[in-house]
């Protein structure tokens, strides 16, 4: 079984930019969260899905923004982008509704914004 | 608002040591917590669990007792392995909020 596919990889942006971050959960979930993760802040909850809808969000700026498609997979997006947007952005995925619990976590994108 | 603190590291041992990452949290009500690990260039996998006071959580040797009277979640490992050394994350889950420790990186030396 194939796990949580996060592209691209790695990424490099400019201030100013805007970015789409992708992920493939497990076959048959239906929720998928992100997070940014970064050596300051440590691990921080950005959003969930789960069937298309936005479920929770945590305390990021509006600049941040997501989505899921019927397929389950989802997208991240961040506009304007600062310096301080340089993180790992990680996604994971749940079989179960409460889709915060028994996350599958993907390798992540690492995001650069110089 | 809900919170974990987790020991500092980094936390530098020889194989086949005892470890200890201590773990406490905050919360309003009753929370679940969790262990997660992460491995060099990997995301988080999910280690362990208890979801209700005085359970225990156990996986490939570590464990972690929920104590609600201490407010923590402290992991244990009577015999630490190379292979073990990663970032390790106490976590909770309450009311659809989920927060992670800042993590605390462990390197076991041979």
């Known amino acids: 079984k194939a796990g949580v596919t996060q592209t691209p990889r790695y990424l490099i942006k400019t201030r100013g930019q805007q970015v789409t971050l992708s992920c493939s959960p497990i076959?048959?979930?239906?929720?998928v969260s992100w997070y940014q993760q970064t050596p300051g802040q440590g691990l921080q909850f950005l959003f969930e899905y789960f069937s298309e809808t936005q479920r929770n969000k945590g305390n990021f700026p509006g600049r941040f923004s997501g989505r899921q498609f019927s397929n389950s997979r989802s997208e991240m997006n961040v506009s304007t982008l600062e310096l301080g947007d340089s993180a790992l952005y990680l996604c994971a995925s749940s079989p179960t509704i409460t889709g915060l619990v028994e996350a599958f976590f993907g390798q992540g994108t690492r995001l650069t914004v110089v | 608002g809900n919170s974990v603190t987790q020991m500092e590291g980094p936390v530098t041992l020889s194989e086949e040591a005892f470890l200890t990452i201590n773990c406490t949290y905050t919360?309003?009500?009753?929370?679940?917590l969790f262990w997660y690990v992460q491995y060099p260039g990997e995301g988080l996998q999910l280690l362990l669990k208890?979801?209700?006071?005085?359970d225990k959580g156990s996986n490939k040797g570590f464990e972690a007792t929920y104590r609600k009277e201490t407010t923590s979640f402290h992991l244990e490992k009577g015999s630490v392995q190379v292979s073990d050394s990663a970032v390790y994350f106490c976590?909770?889950?309450?009311?659809?909020?989920?927060?992670f420790g800042a993590g605390t990186r462990l390197t076991v030396k041979p």
């Open positions: 076959s048959g979930h239906r929720s």
């Open positions: 208890a979801t209700k006071a005085d």
């Open positions: 976590a909770l889950y309450e009311n659809n909020d989920m927060r």
């Open positions: 919360a309003t009500g009753y929370p679940s």
